[in-house]
T-cell receptor, first 111, second 114 residues
């Protein structure tokens, strides 16, 4: 299973764009890159998933370079409510896909 | 539609007692997962089911932990002879099917063993 490395914490201000980069050097051909968000006292919530290049949804964008050894979650114009822990996960396709969470990145958005 | 629900939300028990934690997945979801989350850490996989079949229990810490999902819907995680080190948040998640499907997490059960 590919190990992920991401910053322990980040600070930002309201209205700024936040980019959280995750490295996954040992990613396998059939692995997807998935990001979850967790607010205090809640369970993790799926944000976005991608295999390569760029994926965008109403919440975030995910940039994955050609070698797929890293990925960057981009949150446009963050607000105070985006303060949370963000987890980068590498998820194998096929059966048995329990999620392997690392420590995540604690994002603090300040006014 | 309702999301994943778990009960009880909080459980305080004395060391040596047995506890049963319940998970009610999203209706129609085939796969159900149990995780344990310590404070300040990410969730840690315990076990998972497809329908009623337990597919992987490699994450269960020891034989005091067991889980079942007899009718392929509601699941129970049982911890026998609880110990203080079992104190944690226990989270359940479900997904439509296995594979790279999105997992939807419940609110968790906070277990405190005194």
């Amino acid at each position: 299973l590919a190990k992920t490395t991401q910053p322990i914490s980040m600070d930002s201000y309201e209205g700024q764009e936040v980019n959280i980069t995750c490295s996954h050097n040992n990613i396998a051909t059939n692995d997807y890159i998935t990001w979850y968000q967790q607010f205090p006292s809640q369970g993790p919530r799926f944000i976005i998933q991608g295999y390569k290049t760029k994926v965008t949804n109403e919440v975030a964008s995910l940039f994955i370079p050609a070698d797929r050894k890293s990925s960057t979650l981009s949150l446009p114009r963050v607000s105070l409510s985006d303060t949370a822990v963000y987890y980068c996960l590498v998820v194998p396709t096929g059966a048995g896909n329990m999620l392997t969470f690392g420590g995540g990145t604690r994002l603090m958005v300040k006014p | 539609g309702a999301g994943v629900s778990q009960s009880p939300r909080y459980k305080v028990t004395k060391r040596g007692q047995d506890v049963a934690l319940r998970c009610d997945p999203i209706s129609g979801h085939v796969s159900l997962y149990w995780y344990r989350q310590a404070l300040g850490q990410g969730p840690e996989f315990l076990t998972y089911f497809n329908y009623e079949a337990q597919q992987d229990k490699s994450g269960l810490p020891n034989d005091r932990f067991s889980a079942e999902r007899p009718e392929g819907s509601i699941s129970t995680l049982t911890i026998q002879r609880t110990e203080q080190r079992d104190s944690a948040m226990y989270r359940c998640a479900s997904s439509l099917a296995g594979g790279s499907e999105t997992q939807y997490f419940g609110p968790g059960t906070r277990l405190l063993v005194l």
